[in-house]
Structure formats: structure tokens, C-alpha cells
């Protein structure tokens, strides 16, 4: 039996005719299909099923509807089983979610016909330690973020790689990008675009306080440290933008490559270079 589950994103009002279109085409070639409320709540005589429930399914792949944040949210609960994921974007910028909406078929039957690509994307396993204990842990496809929150008042880090001191850094934030969170809050920050399959990770300061401090390329083997130093107010940890905790004086944060990976589904006529020169919009004028 073959099995798809679909997860949309709230709110989006061309959402009803896609999902139709979605679930008229695998119903038509076989599938069994689970989705969530949202979803469910487009197609006449479906039930939601529970994420955990979904992912014990054991689909064949995810379609996640909507932009890059639903499918970093989703990417989180099906990268411990392995399950694939296609995103179709009805966002805005869309680098995860790169299919269109015109090409929902297309992807539809590339993926039926085992002919798509497969991207193994590197995640961040992310501990944050307190007097030396571990109070919580992550993990992240696209970055790890420390900064003041909503408060625009500059934070005081220490650099560490694998024990060495780095740099401190007086700066409004300081992220840890995958190859994947290269193209998101690191680029605005002026950090540099890696390839997807590149082992490393980046590390890109946000509005530092000195002209000689700039992003850091670092490899995927590392162990990467932030410690806080003093601050009239707590720093704010923030996971992919979708969750995340506050940090007090002297808690360090460790980020090194997770065991886990996210395999995004890919069309195969589509090199990433192409999905950067569409999004990005080079070359034109």
C-alpha cells in the first residue's frame, strides 16, 4: 500500500483548491492518506490524524503545504523516522518549499515514478549547559539564533571551537547556520551562501559592534561554544524560529552536527544554483 501524508499551513486562502488537487491525484493513484486538521478540513469526508500518529504511519513522504516554516516545523518531527519531504511553496520566499504551485502535478508524478532527487540535509544538534549541566537540547535544520529578543541592546559573546577561544563578539546576535540556514537570517546578516552538501557550518554575527568582526566558516566536526557573559538583561535562544528558550549569565551553548539528517525530495531538472538564481532573482535588472 502506498501511503503520502499532508501538512498545511493555516490561513493561506488558495489552500482549498490545492488540496484538492493534492488529494484528487493520489487517491487516483493509490495512496492511502493521512493529514493533519488543517488539511482535513479542505477535503470533504477526511479526518485529521495526529502528527505522532502520521509519522508511525510510516508514509512514503510528506507534502507540506505552505512555506519554508512549516516545513522546518515538520522537518523536526520526521527526521528521527527518515521520512522524505516535498515542500510546495505558497509562501513568499521559499528555499525549502521549492516547488510551485503550477508544478504540484509535475512533482506529484516524478515522485510516484521513483525518479525524484533526494537532498540529505545536515542538521545542528544544539545543548544548552548551566553550571555545567545540560537544561536543554535541540536540534535545528536551519539555524540556532542567540540575541536580546525584542530588546535592541547589544549582547557580550564568547567564540569557542572545539576548546580554542575564538573571539568575542559585542553584537545585537550571533548565529549558527547548516548549509541549509546559509540562504535564510545568516545571508540577511551578510554571511555567505554554502551548498547544500558542504561540510560546514557558519557562524555570522548580527550588527557587531566591530567593523573587524564577520561571519566564520567552520567544519560540520567542530564544537562550537557560545558562552554569555555579563548582561542587564537575558539573552534568547531561538531553534529554526520555532522554538527555543532564555539563556542567563554564564550559560554556554554547544552546537556540533546531529546524527539525524532531513531528506528533502527534489525535482531532479532543478539544481540548487537554479533554485538560487530564481529566488534570489540574480541577473536581473
Given amino acids: 500500500m502506498k501511503r503520502a501524508a499532508i501538512i498545511s ?6 489552500m482549498g483548491q490545492v488540496v484538492r488537487e493534492v488529494t484528487g491525484w493520489l487517491r487516483q493513484h493509490g495512496y492511502e492518506l493521512a493529514m493533519d486538521s488543517v488539511t482535513a478540513g479542505f477535503c470533504e469526508g477526511c479526518q485529521p490524524t495526529e502528527r505522532a500518529e502520521m509519522i508511525r504511519q510510516k508514509p512514503d513522504f510528506v507534502m507540506v503545504l ?17 521520512i522524505p519531504i516535498v515542500g510546495v ?27 525524484c ?15 555545567g549541566q545540560t537544561i536543554a537540547t535541540y536540534e535545528a535544520l536551519n539555524d540556532v539564533v542567540v540575541n536580546q529578543g525584542a530588546l535592541a541592546r547589544i549582547t557580550d559573546f564568547d567564540l569557542r571551537i572545539n576548546g580554542q577561544f575564538v573571539s568575542n563578539y559585542k553584537a545585537d546576535g550571533l548565529i549558527v547556520a547548516t548549509p541549509t540556514g546559509s540562504t535564510a537570517y545568516s545571508l540577511a546578516a551578510g554571511g555567505p551562501i554554502l551548498a547544500p552538501d558542504v561540510p ?4 555570522t554575527p548580527v550588527a557587531s559592534h566591530a567593523l573587524t568582526n564577520r ?11 557560545i558562552s554569555m557573559k555579563a548582561s ?20 554556554i551553548l554547544q552546537c556540533r552536527k546531529s546524527e539525524l539528517q532531513v531528506k528533502l525530495l527534489k525535482l531532479p531538472e532543478r539544481s540548487f544554483f537554479d533554485v538560487l538564481r530564481m529566488k534570489l532573482k540574480w541577473g536581473e535588472r
Fill in 200 to 203: 560546514a557550518f557558519v557562524i
Fill in 215 to 225: 561571519p566564520l566558516v567552520v567544519r560540520d566536526t567542530d564544537l562550537i561554544e
Fill in 117 to 131: 532527487a533526494v537532498s540529505l540535509r545536515s542538521m545542528l544538534e544544539c545543548r544548552l549547559l548551566r553550571n
Fill in 89 to 115: 511553496n505558497l509562501g513568499s520566499l521559499g528555499f525549502l518549499t521549492e516547488v510551485k504551485q503550477d508544478e504540484i502535478r509535475q512533482a506529484l508524478e516524478t515522485i510516484d515514478a521513483g525518479r
Fill in 232 to 251: 542587564r538583561e537575558a539573552a534568547f535562544l531561538a531553534v529554526d524560529g520555532q522554538q527555543g528558550m532564555s539563556m542567563a549569565d554564564g550559560d
Fill in 9 to 14: 499551513k493555516p490561513g493561506k486562502p488558495e
Fill in 66 to 82: 505552505g512555506g519554508d516554516g512549516t516545513l522546518l516545523a515538520t522537518g523536526h518531527d520526521v527526521a528521527r523516522a527518515g
